[in-house]
């Protein structure tokens, strides 16, 4: 069965640090591009960061570079999402998403572009 299972959701303080995991199942994550999306209540869905097939490049939304990084293990067949320096407007259900084909240069796909999705991990930012 293909799916991606996200993990590591959770309160947090402002401040605060939070990783998530994305693990695949039914195909290897380590040839696919990555994004992670969050939508918070009452908004749309939107991009916040993406990384290459080869994991050559990766780019940031605005309101998060500096603070959350990806990365891949590969043995693991999971990618992760580092959250650091959270704040509440971080507060939303982080989706992770894959695709197959080659991402790009320097461009994240839309959300329709994406093969799988996982189910996506609450985050809360409150004190």
């Known amino acids: 069965q293909v799916q991606l299972v996200e993990s590591g959701g959770g309160l947090v303080q402002p401040g605060g640090s939070l990783r998530l995991s994305c693990a695949a199942s039914?195909?290897?994550?380590?040839?696919?591009?990555i994004a992670w999306f969050r939508q918070a209540p009452g908004k749309e869905r939107e991009g916040v960061l993406c990384?290459?097939?080869?994991?050559?490049?990766?780019k940031y939304a605005d309101g998060v570079r500096g603070r959350f990084t990806i990365s891949r293990d590969n043995a693991k067949n999971t990618v992760y999402l580092q959250m650091n320096s959270l704040k509440p407007e971080d507060t939303a259900v982080y989706y992770c998403?894959?695709?197959?084909?080659?991402?790009?240069?320097?461009?994240?796909?839309?959300?329709?572009?994406?093969?799988?999705w996982g189910q996506g991990a609450q985050v809360t930012v409150s004190s």
């Open positions: 990384i290459s097939n080869s994991g050559g490049w990766t």
């Open positions: 998403a894959a695709k197959r084909q080659r991402l790009l240069f320097g461009v994240c796909p839309r959300d329709d572009e994406y093969d799988y």
């Open positions: 039914g195909f290897t994550l380590d040839s696919y591009g």
